[in-house]
């Protein structure tokens, strides 16, 4: 099988491809990926030497650049996209554009090209926030942030390409991905590299807004599955049932790291913070997956993988990374 991975340079695209290569050992990955700021080929390193592995940089927005790498593939998984909420509350324009027209620039060529399946990586945000209970596969998209709205419209044409011209699409909605090399700018590499610096944790509002989380190798074997056994135009959620606030979170990651909580500090809420994600994925379960890695197994390995590679976040955490939270706060 040959595969195009979009998006692979990023968390948990570099995750899948390292997995999908060691699972696989007659499968071909193609990574296509525009190395935005989020974008690191140091996450692949250990594979780039592998012949059964190809890179190129691009855009998935670029019909042309996209044709020259999906040609003749197997399947397309997307994971490339703007991912941060804060960043889409500053600047909204490239998430609309690579979760949006990217989205739709993929789907036109799984048609074109006739590729006989693709997997839309996205997120159980688009459904917006719930108080109690879960959200199923058929909740309608209510999003807040300009990011799940662009997902949500990058989902909503995978569902028209579906239902208009029977385009080969599954799509997944999963909750908070965590693990080794997610970019520190999300919660729990954030708070973990902080701490190991000496410094405090920026906790938003009061810190009771409620996610649930996913270890990688986790979410790469649901999408493994949903990519050998999932049903063409289906929806699929990916989640663990494994809910727990901010402040829990923080808890858990200060005690870990010997911190009591004078080491928080808390700021100013994020613009339209959702307050609880929770989704129902008796789906998935019914096809054969179930998580492995318990919140508390999966949160001692991550922080050991961020005290174990230093380098690897110390570069990120640079000045450039420095400007941009200081701007943040600024004009919140
Ligand atoms: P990430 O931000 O770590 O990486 C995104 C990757 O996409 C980067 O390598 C970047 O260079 C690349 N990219 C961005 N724009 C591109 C473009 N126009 N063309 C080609 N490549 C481009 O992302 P992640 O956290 O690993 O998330 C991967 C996917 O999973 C995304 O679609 C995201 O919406 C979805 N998702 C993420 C989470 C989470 O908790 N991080 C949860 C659910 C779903
Ligand atoms: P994040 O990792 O940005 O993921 P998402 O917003 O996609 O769920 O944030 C996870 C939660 O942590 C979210 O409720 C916002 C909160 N948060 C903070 O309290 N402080 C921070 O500095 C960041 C980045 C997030």
Redesign the pocket.
């Known amino acids: 099988m040959r595969i195009l991975v979009?998006?692979?340079?990023?968390?948990?695209?570099?995750?899948f491809i390292r997995y999908i290569l060691e699972k696989y050992e007659d499968y071909e990955v193609v990574n296509?990926?525009?190395?935005?700021?989020?974008?690191?080929p140091e996450?692949l390193r250990d594979v780039e030497q592998n012949p059964r592995y190809g890179f190129m940089r691009?855009?998935?927005?670029?019909a042309k650049c996209v044709g020259d790498v999906a040609r003749g593939v197997d399947a397309i998984i997307?994971?490339?996209?703007?991912?941060?909420v804060d960043r889409s509350i500053m600047e909204a324009r490239?998430f609309a554009?690579?979760?949006v027209i990217?989205t739709l620039t993929l789907l036109e060529a799984v048609e074109k090209y006739k590729i006989p399946r693709m997997v839309?990586?996205?997120?159980?945000?688009v459904f917006g926030s719930i108080e109690k209970g879960e959200f199923t596969e058929e909740s309608p998209f209510l999003p807040n942030s300009p990011?799940s709205a662009s997902?949500a419209g990058?989902d909503m044409l995978c569902r028209a390409f579906i239902r208009t011209y029977g385009t080969p699409v599954i799509v997944?909605?999963?909750?908070?991905?965590?693990g080794p090399?997610?970019?520190p700018e999300?919660v729990i590499p954030l708070f973990v590299t902080n701490l190991l610096e000496g410094k405090k944790v920026p906790l938003y509002g009061k810190g009771l807004n409620q996610r649930e989380?996913?270890y990688t190798e986790d979410?790469c074997r649901a999408v493994d599955l949903i990519l050998h056994k999932g049903a063409l135009g289906e929806v699929y959620n990916?989640g663990t049932g494994e809910g727990i606030t901010n402040i829990e979170l923080t808890r858990l990651i200060l005690h870990e790291l010997g911190k009591d909580e004078r080491s928080i500090e808390y700021v100013k809420d994020r613009p339209g913070h959702d307050l609880r994600y929770s989704i129902n994925s008796d789906r998935l379960r019914h096809l054969g997956w179930k998580p492995k890695t318990t919140f508390e197994r999966g949160i001692t390995k991550t922080i050991q993988w961020y005290k174990d590679n230093p380098a690897w976040w110390k570069r990120l955490k640079s000045k450039k990374f420095q400007e941009y939270y200081t701007r943040q706060y600024i004009e919140r």
């Open positions: 979009t998006g692979g340079a990023g968390f948990m695209g570099s995750n296509l990926d525009k190395l935005t700021y989020a974008g690191n996450n691009g855009d998935i927005a670029d997307n994971y490339a996209a703007e991912t941060h490239d554009v690579t979760d990217g839309q990586i996205s997120t159980d945000e990011y997902k990058g997944t909605h999963s909750v908070n991905f965590y090399n997610q970019y999300k989380w996913i979410h990916i």
